[in-house]
């Protein structure tokens, strides 16, 4: 008799898993990770995405933060799990560029994932303080030309996306200036604003409130596309540096071999939500457009972003660390 319940039990068992299994996807919660800290960017994407992709889905979407290493923890952490869909990433575009900027990445960005689509692109802006006699990008070129190596400029650190968007214009404009990296954004707005540094790609988030004040001057936002954040502002490319773009990004994706079908499925949900009137409203607030690209074009994209970034590195003579 006990061998019988025994049997019977394991048999339940079995039952219980196939049927799980073969329950439709998905059945459980499902776990975003952010490689970044709480009220970074790519947090508050995350977190306004994930209710409204916990409602389509009828399952939690729970935001996990795994902040450190210029975002490799939470990267790796998403690589290495299974291919299940029970665990995305919200990446960064540090995923093109910390292949440029250090030796050890802990996972292949083109092959370690499976791209589901571009979430949101922002531009960055091109800012001076406005002691200098600078009012838009030609006269900025003017200027640096005719001062070599004197100009310097501030960044949120060393192979940051700001970093990468300056060395980028001053590969494109043939300029040299002098780079001084900061732990972050804050500082490097701090002595932007104090004029010990004079120029800067920053944020929109971080800039646009001293552009508003007088106490910065916006010189070009680094979209192909002017931001409704700043519509005064032109483009960079439009102001002589022509096909100039650098902007930052987020993504969902989800570990490699993931099956298609679950790709399909958080493809249709998120398209469908990045074309919600609030969440194009709340975008727009820092003046991000939405995705939702096809994942075939989501992999392209990242595919030549890694491309672009390595040559701007290189040209920069940035080396892997």
Not at 83 to 109: F, H, R
Not at 195 to 214: D, E, F, K, N
Request: net charge positive; with cysteine; glycine share 8%.
């Amino acid at each position: 008799m006990r061998a019988f319940c025994v049997a019977a039990g394991a048999l339940a068992a079995i039952l219980t898993s196939a049927a799980s299994a073969q329950a439709p996807y998905p059945n459980r919660p499902v776990r975003m990770i952010v490689p970044s800290s709480a009220g970074g960017g790519s947090d508050i994407t995350a977190r306004i995405i994930a209710p409204k992709l916990s409602e389509r889905l009828g399952q939690q979407v729970i935001v996990d933060n795994r902040a450190g290493a210029g975002t490799m923890i939470g990267g790796e952490v998403a690589a290495k799990a299974a291919p299940d869909g029970y665990t995305l990433l919200m990446g960064i575009s540090t995923l093109a560029t910390n292949p440029a900027v250090y030796k050890k990445v802990p996972y292949d960005a083109l092959t370690d994932f499976a791209p589901i689509t571009l979430v949101l692109s922002a531009p960055n802006i091109l800012v001076v303080h406005p002691s200098l006699p600078i009012k838009n990008v030609k006269e900025l070129i003017w200027f640096a030309e005719a001062r070599p190596g004197q100009l310097n400029f501030g960044s949120a650190g060393t192979g940051t996306n700001p970093h990468l968007s300056m060395e980028l214009f001053l590969s494109m404009t043939r300029l040299k200036m002098v780079h001084i990296p900061y732990k972050g954004s804050a500082p490097a707005i701090v002595d932007l604003l104090g004029g010990q540094v004079a120029v800067m790609v920053a944020t929109m988030l971080t800039a646009i409130p001293h552009v508003r004040s007088g106490r910065l001057r916006a010189l070009g936002v680094t979209s192909v596309e002017r931001t409704a954040v700043a519509p005064e502002v032109p483009t960079i490319a439009e102001s002589g540096v022509a096909g100039y773009e650098a902007v930052q990004w987020y993504g969902l994706l989800a570990p490699a071999h993931t099956p298609r079908d679950i790709i399909t499925r958080l493809h249709r949900e998120l398209a469908a939500i990045l074309q919600t009137a609030d969440v194009k409203e709340r975008f727009a607030v820092d003046g991000g457009d939405p995705g939702g690209n096809m994942p075939e074009a989501f992999a392209r994209y990242i595919k030549t972003e890694i491309e672009k970034w390595a040559r701007v590195a290189k040209a920069a003579g940035i080396k892997p660390e």
